[in-house]
């Protein structure tokens, strides 16, 4: 059975850091394109990035060079590290499978909570 | 403003045919195909449609979607309570290189 798992998301101060993750299980991660997509509260959703089966990553430009996608094939794990981090950041993360490339995204986790406040 | 455009709002009563309007731009639905998700209340996104009008295994054939120029359609027939929820559109933007969603569509069953 597909499972993605996030964790990681808290409270942060705006200029602040933090690394979600997102736990598969049921198959590789490698051997997909995993993205991670935000919906601040009560809006819709937002692509933020996606590392590709190949390794290859690209992020959307509301949060280039402030955030890096990585991999654990070991641990068959996907990371989002967050840098100075913004208000507008605040949202629930969600990490995503795509079913043949990017999208589709056929599997989601349920979600961890950032919020950005001082 | 999201990138595609959904109506904020759509309504209908349980038996009725509801549709979903998805309206974008030649550098997204013009060129790629659209997908459709559902989001009920305090869960993760849900594939409904892929492809325009492919439905993963387990969705009900009530519904369906549909394709031309740069707009898409969603439509529910039959509807009932739990298809209250939101709805959101996405594609493949050539511009912005990476996928782009509607701003969502939500759907009260009265």
């Known amino acids: 059975e597909v499972q993605l798992v996030e964790s990681g998301g808290g409270l942060v101060q705006p200029g602040g850091s933090l690394r979600l993750s997102c736990a598969a299980s049921g198959f590789t991660v490698s051997s997909n394109y995993m993205s991670w997509v935000r919906q601040a509260p009560g809006k819709g959703l937002e692509w933020v990035s996606v590392v590709y089966s190949g390794g290859s990553t690209y992020y959307a430009d509301s949060v280039k060079g402030r955030f890096t996608i990585s991999r654990d094939i070991s641990k068959n794990t996907v990371y989002l590290q967050m840098n100075n981090l913004r208000a507008e950041d605040t949202a629930v993360y969600y990490c995503a499978r795509g079913i043949r490339g990017v999208i589709p995204f056929d599997y989601w986790g349920q979600g961890t909570l950032v919020a950005v406040s001082s | 403003q999201s990138v595609l455009t959904q109506p904020p709002s759509a309504s209908g009563t349980p038996g009725q045919r509801v549709t979903i309007s998805c309206s974008g731009s030649?550098?997204?639905?013009?060129?790629?195909?659209v997908d459709w998700y559902q989001q009920l209340p305090g869960t993760a996104p849900k594939l409904l449609i892929y492809s325009n009008d492919q439905r993963p295994s387990g969705v009900p054939d009530r519904f369906s979607g549909s394709k031309s120029g740069t707009s898409a359609s969603l439509a529910i027939s039959g509807l009932q309570s739990e298809d209250e929820a939101d709805y959101y559109c996405?594609?493949?933007?050539?511009?912005?290189?990476?996928?782009?969603f509607g701003g969502g569509t939500k759907l009260p069953v009265l």
């Open positions: 996405a594609t493949w933007d050539d511009v912005l290189n990476g996928p782009v």
């Open positions: 030649s550098s997204n639905i013009g060129r790629n195909s």
